[in-house]
C-alpha cells in the first residue's frame, strides 16, 4: 500500500523482499492471505507491479530458504544483497516492515 501511494505522489518506490518473505512470492502463496476489507496480498503485488513499482528479491534470503531454484511470482526480480545497500545510500528516506 505504501509503495503504491508513493508511486501516486510522484515518489519513486522500490519493494525489496528478504528472509522469509520471500515466501509469499511463490505463486499460490499471495492468494491466501487476506486480511478484512482489504484486497488479498496477490492483489496488492499485481497492482504494485502495474503501478510500475519495481519488486527486489534478495538472493542470500533465497539461498538461507534453502531455494537452489525456485519459482516466483512473474515480474520480480532476483538480486545481490549489495543491492539494497546501493538503493539505501541513492535515497534520502528507507520504511522497513
Excluded at 501516486?8 to 523482499?17: G, H, L, N, R, S
Excluded at 511470482?73 to 528516506?93: C, Q, S, Y
Aim: glycine share 8%.
Amino acid at each position: 500500500m505504501l509503495a503504491q501511494t508513493a508511486k501516486a505522489m510522484d515518489i519513486k518506490a522500490t519493494v525489496y523482499y528478504l528472509g522469509t518473505g520471500l515466501r509469499i512470492l511463490k505463486p499460490g502463496e499471495a492468494e491466501k492471505i487476506k486480511l478484512g476489507s482489504f484486497p488479498s496480498v496477490k492483489e496488492m503485488i499485481d497492482k504494485t507491479l502495474d503501478m510500475g513499482v519495481e519488486i527486489l528479491v534478495c538472493e542470500a534470503s533465497k539461498r538461507m530458504l534453502g531455494w537452489e531454484k525456485v519459482d516466483l511470482i512473474p515480474g520480480v526480480k532476483i538480486v545481490g544483497a549489495a543491492t539494497l545497500n546501493d538503493l539505501v545510500l541513492e535515497v534520502d528516506a528507507t520504511q522497513w516492515f
